[in-house]
């Protein structure tokens, strides 16, 4: 399989860098790929390192310094003086991935990244986000795309990798998804490279209790401190504050009142990290708050050292309670276990790191993981009918659909010889024997070639589509490009013809009575319109004689309106996102809320009126360039038809 993996914008994929929990995640996950031999291509900033078959550099030195240079400290960003840290930037629990997006380095990240994606991707390609909503982008171009390390709040697409189960419960309950959940999601624990950390059978613990993690109450640091001490064992204190000093005023006050018994020594590297953990009788991690994972639990667990925390979070996953560690609500336990702790067989904690968390412990589900998304909406996986899956937004709102780039449907000819109320191509509402021409699909070809744009599906939509009377000869063009699928949606009325075209998918199109009321604007129902509905999500973009269009229906729409909003050219098809107002006039927006109206809106009386008075002359793709570059002035006129409100607040 191939692979196209992202890292963070600030900071780069690079060993001596990655005591950061994501940066560190991510090198293994490149690492671990390539040892099973997959193909690799890696995006992020100057300065990576990782191995890979491509590394793809999308944040220059520059922006980098900018970025790490302006205050990133104080939204978790690792300045130069913390990359070194043992806690790199904020807590899940607070973080918020939307914070990041106006910092130059994740500006460039998300300009440059969608760029070079685009470039690069392939149908069948798995794209692999490491950290949220900020790069959606990558959910955007890849199809078969994945949140693979999601321990982090944010969590948006429609495939997560959770890092454990209470945290994907965990999260199902804050998002409200207790209905409609889907398989695309797994659990699977985070991993480490147990070489990367040196265990030594014969060394015996020096006496003291450990914590190493973010220094802050809900991590649990002051409870830390009353276990040492009720346990009459000093507790050595490493790690870094949230924001600010790298240990917090607060805590050094704390310390203070506990006398010599705790030593504070702030952030540490991999190297002291490893020492500190080789050298403690237990570390103590009684945090407060639902833990997704700890990576720090696992890597305590390859040097030998057992945990002791609650039992609740991630924990009871990753402890074996007497083997690894124990579980405690109250100080009683936690002093039981630390006197446990003196006794325990550290050889058996090295063994559970690398049985279960080493990068070859884990290749076998992440591998059943990226090949049941890569099957998704094919013959081999699960059929997607309704709706596409979508993602879910912070607070569980779900994100507007997006037009999937390499999906096409082509509406090849307007003719049709059935005549289905609400057709969204207007075949029987508004007839014509339009079609495009063999120069044009050529011309389509030409730029697809010229871009190395790979589509996964091309669809031809009609009207009824083996009416064109190059049909066969289109099929045949087509397929230079080597589509995945290449798809006829037919009402089944020339199957000789069908048959002729040899391999191709065949898309029934026979039941109006499952039609949408597309003759149903939502601007006359009353009823909001902010974007998108689900076919563009579903079915991609569109492409007519006119041009390209956020969707097939749009094609459709313009043709009798007369907006001339098509995109001229392949390369300039982003901007199909400008033609968002069309949606006030497509009874998809609303689906089976308004299944099976009888008759038209008024909206939609008065175009079909119009058109059959006087046909709109549209501009032609392929064969001259648009009259107006930017259709805003034309997409004007949407609003100039009524009160239209693109604000969901206002429910004109």
Known sequence: MRFHLFGLAHIPVAWERCCGRIAALVWNMAKMLKRHGQEVVLYGSAGTDAPCDEFVEIVGPETLRVTTGSGASQIGLQTPSSRRSTSAGP???MLNWQQHADRPAWIEHRARGCLELKRRFRPGDVGLISCGAVQGFVAEECWAATEFIAGYPGVFHWSRVFPSAAWMHYQYGRLNQQNGLQTWDAVVPHYLDPSDFPFDPERKPDGYLLFLGRLNQAEGVDLAMQI???SGL??????????????PDWLSGLAAKMGNGVRLVGPVDHARRCELLAGAVALVNPVRWVEPFGMVNIESLAMGCPVIGPPFGSFPEILEPHVTGMLCRDLEEYVAAVDWAKRADRSACRAAAERRFSLDAVWPQYERHFQKIAKVGTKAGWSVRGQWPRGVAEGGRPLPPRPRPHLIEIEITTACNMACANCDRSASQAPSDERMSLDQIRFFVEESRQLDWRWWKIALLGGEPTLHPDFLEIVKVLRELRP??????????NPDLIRQAGDVQVQPQTNPKDYDAFN?????????FSGMCWVSTRCGIGLSRNGYYLCGAAAGIDRVFGFGVGIARLAEVDRVLEQTSLCSLCGHLHGKKAKNLPGMSKTWVEAYARYREHKPTLPLYGQQPRHAEHPAGALSAVNRMGSVSHDPSNPR
């Open 91 to 93: 807590s899940p629990a």
């Open 228 to 230: 040492a001490r009720a």
């Open 234 to 247: 000093p507790l050595i204190v490493a790690g870094q504050a949230e924001s600010g000093p790298q240990v």
């Open 484 to 493: 995945r699928w290449l798809v006829v949606a037919t009402n089944g009325t």
């Open 520 to 528: 149903h604007a939502p601007r006359d129902l009353g009823m909001n």
